[in-house]
């Protein structure tokens, strides 16, 4: 609910409101699908299609194979971490 309020209250006070906040929204989804297209490619490359498709935790095993086993257990910790949806 306060992102609601935030982005109504920035387009309030925003000079060029009309044309800045899409814009503004469509750079940040594109920001964020490059990089989500970026991981996957780092996927694949690192892994392979195979040990994608195998792997319980792909993010883990990416930076194992990049950090080695600090990393694996940086992300495993990361992502264990994280609050459960109920």
Same mark, same amino acid.
């Given at each position: 609910?306060?992102?609601?309020?935030?982005?109504?209250? #920035?387009?309030?006070?925003?000079?060029?409101?009309?044309?800045?906040?899409?814009?503004?929204?469509?750079?940040?989804?594109?920001?964020?699908?490059?990089?989500?297209?970026?991981?996957?490619?780092?996927?694949?490359?690192?892994?392979?299609?195979?040990?994608?498709?195998?792997?319980?935790?792909?993010?883990?095993?990416?930076?194992?194979?990049?950090?080695?086993?600090?990393?694996?257990?940086?992300?495993?910790?990361?992502? #264990?971490?994280?609050?459960?949806?109920?």
């Amino acid at each position: 609910m306060a992102a609601i309020r935030t982005s109504s209250i #920035s387009r309030a006070t925003c000079a060029e409101a009309r044309r800045r906040l899409p814009i503004g929204i469509a750079g940040g989804m594109a920001i964020v699908t490059a990089l989500y297209m970026l991981l996957n490619v780092a996927y694949l490359r690192a892994l392979g299609a195979a040990g994608v498709a195998t792997s319980p935790l792909v993010a883990g095993d990416l930076a194992r194979a990049a950090l080695g086993p600090a990393g694996d257990a940086f992300v495993s910790l990361a992502i #264990s971490s994280r609050p459960q949806a109920s």
